[in-house]
């Protein structure tokens, strides 16, 4: 059974950093695409930055320039450096992985999320 399990989250001041961890484990053949999500209080989960196999990425608009998103295939973990944050970053984080296991048809998983709140 495969898992996603993410960490890092937690209240920081505005202007601050944060890293998020998301580790994939279980029985696992290869991880395609990486992700991270966010969903805030009253709106709907919106993309915040993904990651291929190969390194590719993609941002939104509104953390172009301050998150940085990053994996090591090794270990079967995503990262999201957060820089800059601001009171609008304040959301829960979902990891999102397309996951191929060694039994069965490949599908996307998700994490059970971490609280990012950005405050002072």
């Known amino acids: 059974q495969v898992q996603l399990v993410e960490s890092g989250g937690g209240l920081v001041q505005p202007g601050g950093s944060l890293r998020l961890s998301c580790a994939a484990s279980?029985?696992?053949?290869?991880?395609?695409?990486m992700g991270w999500y966010r969903q805030a209080p009253g709106k709907q989960r919106e993309l915040v930055a993904t990651i291929t196999s190969g390194g590719s990425t993609n941002y939104a608009d509104s953390v172009k320039g301050r998150f940085t998103i990053s994996r090591d295939n090794a270990k079967n973990t995503v990262y999201l450096q957060m820089n800059s944050l601001k009171p609008e970053d304040t959301a829960v984080y979902y990891c999102?992985?397309?996951?191929?296991?060694?039994?069965?048809?490949?599908?996307?998983?998700w994490g059970k999320g971490t609280l990012v709140t950005v405050s002072s």
């Open positions: 999102n992985a397309d996951i191929l296991p060694w039994l069965g048809d490949g599908m996307d998983y």
């Open positions: 279980g029985s696992i053949f290869s991880i395609n695409a």
